[in-house]
């Protein structure tokens, strides 16, 4: 996702330099005209506006807040796509504050189409002003909605997250029933997603399900990730617990991709578990 981002905004225009832990997975955006740096305080020192779009809450911390942050020159903004913890996201904007700079928590939703389309949801938590500065660049990427102070960003991903895994095994369970019924899957989705049971998660991964395709917009493992800070989120800031049963199923659904291998597909795969849960 990050790359097809970063295409983007080559494309409207902008110059864009990269640092990639894995120079290789850049050629095709050096082709297009970015520049590569030779490590995250090299970026730093020469940007304005830096974005960020890493695997796990470690990698944020290591990459942004334990090298990015100290190299940043005097309000720059640093922008952070990942799905990462709120309180990490807190940590994050104080340093930055403490550089004279800024930091967005902005993780995204809309896979992999939604980065190379321009369709993101951008949900964005820290300075509201700052914001509304950067959105000429979110609106390359996608649409950017302020969703409240630092850490709401990431808060409001994992709600998201919430809601797009109980969609996925919803759906994962009808197309099984539908087939187990006998009915043609294709006409089943085409039936009902004109009803209260269509979804974007069905416009999406509808027919990938049923076509056995399961190449990844995000990692499986990545949902379970970001499914476990959800029900760790009150232990971890002391709030009150939230009970999240739901939540808690689909984590150990999705964790059962990862048990069988299958924790680099994309998320869709979740139907394979329903349907070895059926025999199949």
């Known amino acids: 996702?990050?790359?097809?981002?970063?295409?983007?905004?080559?494309?409207?225009?902008?110059?864009?330099?990269?640092?990639?832990?894995?120079?290789?997975?850049?050629?095709?955006?050096?082709?297009?005209?970015?520049?590569?740096?030779?490590?995250?305080?090299?970026?730093?020192?020469?940007?304005?506006v830096i974005f960020t779009m890493l695997g796990h809450p470690s990698d944020v911390r290591q990459i942004v807040l334990e090298s990015l942050i100290s190299s940043l020159d005097p309000n720059s903004v640093i922008i952070d796509h990942t799905s990462s913890h709120p309180v990490l996201a807190k940590q994050i904007f104080d340093a930055a504050r403490e550089k004279?700079?800024?930091?967005?928590?902005?993780?995204?939703?809309?896979?992999?189409?939604?980065?190379?389309?321009?369709?993101?949801?951008?949900?964005?938590?820290?300075?509201?002003?700052?914001?509304?500065?950067?959105?000429?660049?979110f609106d390359v990427l996608g649409k950017a909605t302020f969703v409240g102070g630092p850490g709401k960003g990431q808060s409001c991903k994992i709600a998201n997250q919430i809601v797009v895994g109980a969609n996925l095994m919803g759906l994962s369970e009808g197309l099984v029933f539908a087939e187990k019924a006998g009915l043609d899957k294709r006409k089943f989705?085409?039936?009902?997603?004109?009803?209260?049971?269509?979804?974007?998660?069905?416009?999406?991964?509808?027919?990938?399900?049923?076509?056995?395709?399961?190449?990844?917009?995000?990692?499986?493992?990545?949902?379970?990730?970001?499914?476990?800070?959800?029900?760790?989120?009150?232990?971890?800031?002391?709030?009150?617990?939230?009970?999240?049963?739901?939540a808690a199923l689909n984590k150990q659904l999705f964790s059962a991709m990862v048990a069988n291998g299958d924790g680099k597909l994309g998320t869709q795969g979740l139907i394979t578990v329903i349907e070895r849960i059926n025999g199949k």
Request: proline share 4%; charged share 20%; with cysteine.
């Open 100 to 137: 004279n700079c800024w930091a967005v928590d902005a993780p995204v939703s809309g896979g992999d189409t939604g980065a190379r389309e321009g369709k993101l949801a951008i949900l964005a938590g820290g300075n509201e002003d700052v914001v509304k500065w950067l959105n000429p660049l």
């Open 1 to 48: 996702m990050g790359g097809a981002m970063a295409s983007r905004l080559l494309s409207a225009g902008y110059s864009v330099t990269i640092y990639a832990r894995n120079p290789s997975k850049v050629v095709h955006l050096q082709s297009q005209g970015a520049l590569l740096a030779d490590s995250p305080a090299d970026l730093a020192r020469n940007s304005d």
């Open 189 to 246: 989705v085409e039936a009902v997603k004109g009803g209260a049971a269509g979804s974007m998660v069905m416009e999406l991964f509808g027919e990938r399900m049923i076509g056995r395709d399961f190449r990844p917009g995000g990692f499986t493992e990545y949902m379970v990730k970001d499914l476990g800070m959800g029900l760790d989120v009150g232990a971890e800031q002391g709030d009150d617990v939230v009970v999240l049963p739901g």
